[in-house]
């Protein structure tokens, strides 16, 4: 079995995607979701599928390597930055090479960085008078969305499009590609690495 972790902040609506998808699979599992807030929603909606949850300190995260220490004795061998807020340390980064990925929802190198997250994202994309917007799946690095990017979908942005109404078509696209893509990220390599 392939095990994944997926790193999440928020409401966990791609983090319920991806769980959904991989129930049942004969090679991927997801085996724990990880986030730095206690309350967040993603946490109740993993455990109400019966996936592991941890929740980390940034003292923890960036002080120590007990995160790492987790994962390594889950058996985790990809994870999945999927809405999560905080830059990933290079140590971790180190232990998860080509096995760390992010979604973000635009199409990068545009809108992405600092603060470009949720609805800044979407509201900077209007403000631009963009055409099109879309997700982006991307290694990730030390730094905000710089990594190599993997896959992009599109969707069309009206002039009459509010931010809320970029965000649901970007969702709609998120839902609908990231499990996918990370299963053929996982099922296209070979077992030996
Ligand atoms: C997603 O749209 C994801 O692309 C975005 O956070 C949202 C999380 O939604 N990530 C970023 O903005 C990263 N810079 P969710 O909690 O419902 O999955």
């Not at 609506?13 to 085996?31: D, L, M, R, T």
């Not at 232990?95 to 994202?121: D, E, S």
């Not at 002039?159 to 839902?175: G, T």
Request: hydrophobic share 40%; glycine share 8%.
């Amino acid at each position: 079995m392939e095990k994944i972790a997926i790193f999440a902040s928020g409401t966990g609506s791609n983090a319920q995607k991806i769980i959904e998808y991989f129930q049942g699979h004969p090679q991927i599992e997801v085996s724990l979701v990880v986030s730095n807030k206690a309350a967040a929603p993603v946490l109740e909606k993993a455990t109400a599928a019966g996936v592991d949850t941890t929740v980390i300190t940034r003292s923890s995260f960036y002080g120590t390597t007990a995160l790492l220490d987790e994962l390594k004795a889950k058996g985790i061998r990809f994870i999945v930055l999927a809405g999560f807020l905080w830059l990933v340390p290079a140590y971790l980064i180190a232990a998860y090479p080509q096995r760390m990925v992010n979604i973000h929802p635009a199409l990068l190198p545009k809108f992405g960085g600092k603060g470009m997250y949720g609805k800044h994202v979407h509201q900077a994309v209007k403000d631009a008078g963009e055409k099109e917007s879309g997700i982006t799946i991307h290694w990730v690095t030390p730094e905000y969305d710089e990594g190599g990017i993997i896959f992009q979908a599109r969707c069309p942005v009206d002039a009459s499009d509010q931010p809320e109404d970029i965000a649901r078509k970007v969702r709609q696209l998120e839902h609908e590609h990231l499990a996918p893509v990370v299963e053929k990220l996982l099922t296209e390599r070979s077992t030996t690495n």
